[in-house]
């Protein structure tokens, strides 16, 4: 019974959905094991922590020369030029992408397919942003859920300017979340997925609820206006309680992280579901 409902979703014969409604569960699509997920994950974000490990230990350990070259081998890769589209690059991206989705696990509702045309740029709106936006890489172009050839992720510029991470995401699909460079891809005919909410919205979360700031983040519905691109509106349900967090609170805390483009938040788990 339950294989034959997940046939008839598919098809979108379940009464109270149209003949678009399509349904793609990352588990069943991409089968994946423990090991393979912690990679991609690691790979996805884990730059972060090895940045900050690989620079507290030589601070510590190594002669204050030494911690010197390693800074500067550091800036090195903040500054060195990234082929969006380099095979390797964007293999490891395909590898990240759909590992995560089963690892979490994803499972993305699309209402009606049949509104999205390859040939058109989308403006996808997503909310919340949580500790991370983990439901976006259901929507990435080499997950390859929606037809849309050309798709990218605005991100805080922040992980531009992070050695080693600035090119995972940029392989992923990421690009700099600035109005100029929306409007071009859009322009372009590239699909972009914004999370409005950005870093205040992580500063605003609390636990057992879903925290959406919207009230000031008004801009991207602007810009899809002005270049006549849809605006589609994306909801993760779940993805809050993926991972446990804690973040200080205070109007520093709040002014520091505008004033980086992102919040430091503190937050581990293993298994997450979104």
């Known amino acids: 019974m339950g294989e034959e409902r997940e046939v008839r979703k598919a098809a979108g014969h379940e009464p109270g959905l149209g003949s678009g409604y399509r349904e793609f569960s990352g588990r069943h699509e991409f089968p994946s094991n423990m090991v ?12 972060m922590h090895f ?20 800074l500067g081998l550091l800036l ?32 993305l509702h699309v209402e009606d397919i049949h509104d999205f045309h390859p040939d058109r740029a989308y403006v996808f709106g ?13 929507l990435a172009e080499l997950t390859g859920f929606m037809p ?5 992720c605005l991100a805080s510029s922040a992980v531009f300017y ?12 990421a690009t700099p979340a600035t109005k100029k460079n929306f409007s071009s891809l859009l322009n372009a005919g590239y699909s ?29 519905v602007r810009v899809a206006m002005e270049t006549g691109c849809p605006l589609v509106p994306v909801f993760c349900f779940g993805q809050s309680h993926a991972y446990k967090w804690w973040k200080p609170g205070g109007k ?16 581990w788990g293993i298994f997450g579901y979104a």
């Not at 393979?36 to 730059?47: D, E, Q």
């Not at 900050?52 to 911690?67: D, H, Q, Y």
């Not at 990234?82 to 499972?107: E, Q, V, W």
């Open 36 to 47: 393979h997920g912690v990679l991609a994950i690691g790979m996805w974000i884990g730059a």
């Open 51 to 70: 940045n900050v490990s690989l620079l507290l230990l030589s601070f510590l350990f190594f002669p204050f020369s030494k911690f010197l070259l390693v």
């Open 76 to 107: 090195v890769f903040v500054f060195l030029p990234i082929d969006p589209f380099s095979k390797f690059g964007r293999s490891l991206a395909r590898y990240i992408c759909k590992h995560l989705s089963c690892y979490f696990p994803t499972t």
């Open 126 to 138: 997503y909310e919340p942003h949580s500790v991370l936006p983990i439901g976006v890489v259901t």
């Open 148 to 152: 849309l050839p050309k798709l990218k």
């Open 162 to 173: 992070t050695p080693f991470l600035r090119h995972i995401w940029t392989w992923l699909g």
């Open 192 to 220: 972009c997925i914004v999370v409005p909410g950005g870093a205040q919205e992580a500063f605003h979360m609390e636990r057992g609820s879903e925290i959406a700031f919207l009230r000031a983040r008004r801009g991207f």
């Open 252 to 267: 520093f805390y709040l002014q520091f992280s505008r004033a980086i483009k992102f919040t430091p938040i503190f937050f």
